[in-house]
């Protein structure tokens, strides 16, 4: 019960169950060792962590180093390192971090027993890479993500930044059929306003303007659930209905676009 505790807050980034599984740690920890001890230290520092208490989740790790060492605390002590800084939005720091990581467990990461550590760092490399803007850089690294062992949301999730980075790449038919192969699964929270703006933009530059103006429409829709740009999703509407020569509709949209 007490590790299920521990997992389920970790997992979920929960502060309400960092804070009880905190309390289940320090129980735990007075009659545990070896190993076991290490993951309730690592663990405790996860869960700092997660309450934002960045100082405590340091020392935290440092003493499950002191405790347990060897390449495998070593190898989850560089990582969560770099998930700290993730963590307190030092997204540069965090992709430092991680990148350095991975060269000097390069070795390391080649065996099966580290590959879950591999797949989680490149996945968080590939996403500080989109949040960074070095959409160029960010393409090779999700491009891997999506032949990885984990859950749909996250190839989705893959599949929306690639069509993204292609986006802001002038590749807008690569732009097009990534972002169609993340609808194919199911938008995740994360993009399902974006998702539809990014590809109404991608089917505009493909002269696919009956399905471009479907997507803003669709983005006009969400507008209320979304943070969307609505003037510029009018204007977007205006220029294609313009262009299928639907002269009223033109209209109509330029109009909403120029309101404050």
Not at 156 to 185: H, M, N, T, V
Not at 189 to 212: E, P
Request: charged share 25%; proline share 3%.
């Amino acid at each position: 019960m007490s590790r299920s505790i521990i997992k389920s807050a970790i997992e979920e980034s929960d502060p309400v169950l960092a804070q009880d599984a905190l309390r289940e740690i320090d129980v735990l920890l007075s009659s545990s060792s070896g190993n076991n001890k290490g993951y309730l230290l690592f663990s405790k520092a996860s869960c700092y962590g997660i309450l934002g208490d960045f100082e405590e989740a340091r020392r935290t790790l440092d003493i499950a180093l002191r405790e347990n060492p060897g390449i495998d605390s070593q190898l989850t002590f560089d990582f969560m390192q770099g998930l700290l800084f993730q963590q307190e939005g030092k997204y540069k720091e965090a992709f430092e971090s991680l990148s350095t990581r991975m060269a000097l467990h390069s070795e390391q990461f080649k065996k099966p027993e580290a590959r879950s550590f591999y797949e989680d760092i490149q996945q968080r490399r590939a996403f500080l890479l989109v949040t960074l803007k070095d959409f160029k850089e960010a393409i090779p690294v999700l491009t891997e993500i999506p032949s990885f062992d984990i859950e749909e949301s996250l190839k989705s999730d893959a599949f929306a930044s690639l069509g993204l980075c292609y986006l802001e790449l002038q590749e807008y038919r690569l732009a097009k059929d990534y972002l169609l192969r993340a609808f194919a699964i199911g938008l995740t929270k994360r993009w399902k306003g974006h998702a539809h703006l990014y590809l109404g933009i991608a089917y505009i530059y493909c002269d696919i303007l009956q399905q471009a103006k479907v997507e803003f429409q669709r983005c006009e829709e969400l507008v209320g659930e979304y943070p969307l740009p609505i003037l510029d999703v009018y204007a977007w509407l205006s220029s294609i209905s313009k262009r299928l020569g639907e002269i009223s509709e033109s209209k109509r949209y330029s109009a909403l676009s120029e309101r404050n």
